[in-house]
């Protein structure tokens, strides 16, 4: 439910061919899961639950997040597997570092745009071209890309001022906007604590408040990306290579040249998202991604291989992360709103049919909200953990009924149509 | 056949002196046909006679080593299907080319969109593909996603998919391999729509009554080479038949009996409850005698696939008894059971039958892997296999370029020859055939009768199980007839006929 609470936050579902849903339905879940945070917040005091603040920093976390999980989209509607995400992610690193400190910061996001690419190149050549598995071949990414980035860090790094072996000079952030007026009126809202209105004005005064240039990019790539993909001659065709190669090379689309255009496209999304870690935390570190590409896959894979349902994805680990950043308190309450959100879970597996998998789902939900009433403080050691926790459990437990592409990971050779 | 065509009416499809090699074999050699513009005309032949590879040559998938080909009397070369489908020629594959998570417009529009700026104009489309759809009478919703959708309603949407490029002659391969006899029916009513409005079809089948049935013209191929141009009104199917083997038609039927009273299989009460809870066998007996031919003939679906697996160790029954031999091997396993003497011919030979993507060599070892001459100790006995599988190429009358290819690289027919000698080796006294001869060519299917007829008279017990009602009279030496599960009647080969067996199947004649 958590996930239909930013969905208010990240208003960014672009390709919405909503055959089940209307938006009015998105808006109720929205508004029904908002009363159900606020009820937790109301109840463990957990301010952090829906202030501004942790709304701002989710969306600082959730972008790189969401460019990574565009990049998998990219690569996978056209049938490549892209796991080389985290490695393209730490080239686009190091690209930003590199021209960001020198040049300022979209210096460094073209930089990293451009390393990505590099990454998406390679990848290319090795599994539309020679065939290669796609996974061995984005292993074999994601074991290059940080020694490569290590190393030029250190050639390039290390005697620039304010500069490391393992660390870029600081780079400037990126310009911020603030709605002008409706800032400081929601802040007051927001401080009341009022049930709900003030949940409503956190949340609204996060999205309007402060908010990165960078932000604004993502938002109009996922949606560019939607309609690129679903509304263009070239989006069809790439999307077609994706599902059926065979039949797209019958009718004369050249499989292998939009598997290029996609896997190179995936590449630059990559680093874009590496690019954007970089430019919104100051400089470029070494093992930074730390795994946000293979998060940014999983947002994917439970965003059913959409860019709304990836944005919403990219928004609930971020949103989980801004709350790892908040401390134990606010962690704490978060098995809370987990433990809700599992029986929930379990509720419509049930009525679906699914009983085993609704049985595990309120066993885990159960689990956590005794956790919840039995203890005051997550250890800390746990609290880093708990991107990773939501990670594997939405993973296991919404993933059931996804539509992928067809042949997605397939290799594909030319002249199989006949 | 190279008449002048009367002045204005060009042959819509003139392929002279096609000739098309590959490493070690003539696909084609001086194929001449005609296809008269506005109608139907069906290529005919056993598998392997040389169809497929000539319609690749029509549809610039392949270029012929020699010969002419003229569209509405203009020569053309095609350097791919790109060339074919801009000079109005279409195919429609025998496997589907449909992209199952896009929606009919996507999979038809795909590779030639109409554009609205860079976008793609969907408006557009709809439009384009509701008229075609209605004027063809296809009957095609270009919203629905193509996963939603039966085979029938596939195939006009391939249909629809050539008729978009403007195609005006229509290459149909083995389009009714896949479709139920009422889909069948509802396509040569848009195939007689098509033809009516102008267009002309090229349709290939070895299916002789469908041929019959829907074609203006008939050219029958064999062995790579257009044997004879024929009217349907001129032949009917045995003609047609003899013309596409070469020779008279083989007929499934047995000489002097051969039964003895040496029981080989008994069945007692075998009673097999499937996993919803439903009685899939009820309490089935028989025996089998050494040098005896049970036939089961049946509606697909009534148990016979259970009753093989059941047999085979597959399923294990919920009651009954299952002797080999005199011996009980109810509980045995599968392996075992095959170490006994049991052959097996699976209905389905892709998924049971062979690996497509092993070589001959290794697919002879499969179902023989604990016994000579594949195994020497624990290891496989590659010589042995390789020599064996020699053996059965050359017994077996299997056309391949050796033993070292894959399965794929056989036809349906060469493999299920394959599939025959394998089960026949190491002395079987029991063969269990589900369908020996379904889906493959007259010259195989005589094969296989006559291997099943030799081994009969060496004393292999064999429980045939087959659609092919006269295959069942001619072949078998008892007959008995299951539904829903159950043995219902027993009826002599020598005096029933097709009907009265067709009846029993359905349940209409029952008379216990």
Sequence with gaps: MTVGGLAVGLKSTPTRRGKRLSPMVYLIIAVGALVVVSAVRTLSDATDLTSSGTVQAALTAAVPLAMASLAGLWAERAGVVNIGLEGMMVLGTFGAGYAGYQWGPWAGIVGGLLFGVIGGLLHAVATVTFGVDHIISGVAINLLAPGAALFLSKQFFSNAPGGGQKQSPRIEDAQKVTLPGFSSWLGTIENKHWFFVSDLAGVLRGITTEISLLTLLAVVLIAATGWVLWRTPFGLRLRSCGESPAAAESLGVNVYKYKYYAVIASGGFAGLGGAMLAVSSGQFRDGQTGGRGFIGLAAMIFGNWRPGGLATGAGLFGYTDAMALRGSNAVHALLLLLGIALIVVAVLQYRSGQIVLSGVAAAIGVLFGWWYFSSDQVPAELVGAAPYVVTLLVLGLASQRLRPPRFVGEPYRRGQAI | ?512
Excluded at chain 2, 320 to 327: D, R
């Design chain 2, 1 to 512: 056949m190279s008449t002048e065509p009367p002045a204005g009416a060009a042959p819509a499809v003139h392929l002279t002196a096609i000739t098309k090699r590959f490493p070690g074999v003539v696909a084609n050699s001086d194929v001449n046909i005609s296809v008269r513009a506005g109608t139907v005309h069906a290529l005919v032949g056993e598998n392997g006679a040389g169809k497929s590879t000539l319609m690749k040559i029509l549809y610039g998938m392949q270029q012929p080593d020699e010969g002419t080909i003229a569209v509405n009397g203009k020569p053309v070369s095609f350097g791919s299907p790109a060339d074919a489908i801009r000079a109005g020629i279409g195919m429609v594959h025998q496997h589907f080319m449909l992209a199952d998570n896009l929606t009919v417009l996507e999979n038809v529009v795909l590779g030639s969109e109409p554009r609205k700026g860079v976008g793609l104009d969907f408006a557009a489309a709809h439009a384009r593909i509701k008229e075609i759809s209605d004027s063809y009478g296809l009957g095609v919703d270009p919203d629905r996603l193509v996963d939603d959708l039966g085979v029938g309603e596939r195939q006009r949407v391939e249909i629809l998919k050539v008729l978009y490029r403007g195609a005006r002659t229509l290459i149909l391969d083995e389009p009714t391999a896949v479709l139920v006899p009422q889909e069948v029916d509802e396509l040569f009513g848009n195939l007689r729509d098509l033809k009516a409005e102008g267009l002309t079809i090229l349709f290939i089948s070895h299916k002789l009554d469908e041929v019959l049935s829907v074609a203006d013209d008939i050219t029958v191929m064999r062995r790579g080479t257009t044997v004879a141009s024929v009217s349907p009104e001129d032949v009917t199917a045995r003609k047609l038949a003899e013309l596409m083997v070469g020779s008279a038609l083989p007929v499934p039927e047995l000489r002097e009996s051969t039964v003895t009273d040496e029981a080989v299989l008994s069945v007692e009460g075998l009673t097999l409850v499937g996993a919803d809870g439903r009685t899939v066998l009820n309490d089935i007996s028989f025996t089998i005698h050494a040098g005896e031919v049970l036939g089961i003939a049946g509606v697909e679906g009534n148990g016979q696939a259970e009753l093989v697996e059941t047999l085979m160790g597959i399923r294990s029954p919920t009651s009954g008894t299952i002797t080999l031999s005199g011996k009980d091997i109810t509980n045995e396993s599968t392996r075992h059971r095959r170490e006994a003497g049991v052959g097996y011919i699976p209905e389905d030979r892709h998924r049971q039958g062979v690996l497509l993507e092993a070589t001959l060599w290794e697919n002879r070892i499969l179902g023989h892997q604990t016994r000579k001459p594949n195994v020497r100790g624990p290891l496989l006995d590659r010589r042995g296999a390789k020599a064996d599988t020699e053996r059965i190429v050359v017994e077996y009358d299997v056309r391949t370029p050796g033993i070292d290819v894959n399965a794929a690289a056989l036809s349906g027919g060469n493999q299920q020859k394959l599939i025959v000698g394998r089960e026949m080796s190491g002395a079987p006294i029991l063969l269990i055939a589900s369908h020996p001869t379904r889906g493959v060519d007259v010259g195989a299917q005589a094969a296989i009768w006559e291997h099943i007829r030799r081994a009969r008279a060496d004393h292999l017990a064999v429980l045939l199980i087959s659609a092919d009602l006269d295959e069942l009279i001619g072949m078998s030496d008892t007959l008995s007839v299951i539904l829903r599960g159950r043995l219902v009647a027993d009826h002599d080969p020598a005096t029933v006929t097709p009907e009265q067996l067709g009846s029993a199947m359905t349940g209409a004649g029952r008379e216990d």
